[in-house]
């Protein structure tokens, strides 16, 4: 039974019984590793650690950072 959204806009669900259906979306274009970030490195194949590491660094930062400073709040 999956939920369907009233359609007069109000917030109430409206259950019925159907099938479950995911519509699967193409890809248009090319997947992978851009070039651009190829190219930032000094060799031709950067390892796949290498690559994850510059793309979470940042946000484990900005974690680490936000805990520090709700930790610190909730101290004082």
């Known amino acids: 039974m999956l939920p369907k959204r009233a359609k007069n806009g ?8 159907t099938e479950n259906c995911p519509f699967i979306h193409l890809f248009r274009e090319n997947t992978g590793v851009c070039e651009q970030l190829f190219n930032k490195y000094p060799t ?19 974690i680490a950072k936000e805990t520090n400073d709700y930790a610190q709040k909730k101290i004082v």
């Open 10 to 17: 109000s917030s109430n669900w409206i259950w019925k019984n």
């Open 44 to 62: 031709n194949s950067p390892s796949e650690l290498l690559l994850f590491l510059d793309f979470m660094d940042p946000l484990f930062a900005v």
